[in-house]
């Protein structure tokens, strides 16, 4: 069977990039002092209660990691102006920044203070988010879920009333991704227990079978 989708909207890519997603906002809570990389709403939140009950410092410490997320979305849009101009395939390439970024933190995080690692936890999420987008032609967020459990609800519910295989199809792959994003966390607090902020390295893996599933899908031929 054909499919009328490409590689990174494919379902195997939303469940492991939502995976990853979900062991490292698990992995920043629990190692950077409650912060998230990706989930900026807890971050303004938390920031907001610490301000209001007048921890200043420890409030602007939740502010730390939204400002670099704000730099994900900028270095996002110049990156991704390069590689339009250069005809390059975006997805593909963001994948490979996304991998040595991770390699990177997973080195570094250990030795070097906390900001590190959560600045750069945020910037990589926020670049995650900003790439990847679909999942098989329908629209998701592979960090937060909020809008994925709304997505989800309303899908089965609208598929079942109105007898509709396709759209009960999509709320099915939202579930799995939320399903996905939970396995993170799991895994990424059990880890945590034995191997602190090491436990990152755990994340190359799927982050390499990511980048073999973008490679293995052909360039579309020029005609």
Same mark, same amino acid.
Not at 2 to 12: I, V
Not at 154 to 160: A, D, H, I, R, V
């Given at each position: 069977m054909? @499919? /009328? *989708?490409? /590689?990174?909207? %494919?379902?195997?890519v939303a469940t492991l990039l939502t995976f990853i997603s979900g062991f490292i906002d698990a992995y920043t809570f629990i190692t950077q002092k409650g912060r998230f990389a990706s989930m900026q709403t807890g971050n303004l939140l938390y920031m907001m209660i610490k301000f209001s009950n007048g921890h200043f410092k420890e409030a602007l410490s939740f502010l730390i990691p939204i400002l670099f997320f704000i730099v994900g979305q900028f270095f996002y849009y110049f990156l991704r @102006? $390069?590689? +339009?101009?250069? /005809?390059l395939? $975006?997805?593909?390439?963001? &994948? *490979?920044?996304?991998f040595v970024l991770l390699v990177i933190i997973a080195i570094l995080s250990p030795i070097v203070p906390?900001?590190? +690692?959560?600045?750069a936890l945020a910037f990589f999420a926020s670049l995650q988010l900003a790439t990847f987008k679909r999942v098989r032609g329908y629209t998701y967020t592979n960090t937060m879920m +909020? %809008? =994925?459990? @709304? /997505? &989800?609800? *309303?899908?089965?519910?609208? %598929?079942?009333?109105? &007898? =509709? @295989?396709s759209i009960i199809r999509q709320g099915v792959y939202i579930v799995l991704v939320i399903i996905a994003f939970m396995l993170g966390v799991m895994s990424s607090t059990i880890l945590c227990r034995y191997l602190n902020e090491s436990s990152l390295y755990f994340l190359l893996a799927p982050m390499a079978i990511l980048i073999y599933f973008l490679n293995i899908e052909k360039p579309p031929r020029k005609t």
């Open positions: 054909s @499919k /009328n *989708y490409q /590689n990174f909207e %494919g379902l195997r @102006k $390069w590689v +339009t101009h250069k /005809n395939r $975006w997805h593909k390439l963001s &994948a *490979y920044v996304l906390s900001i590190f +690692t959560i600045s +909020t %809008g =994925n459990i @709304k /997505n &989800a609800s *309303y899908l089965l519910l609208k %598929g079942k009333i109105e &007898a =509709n @295989k």
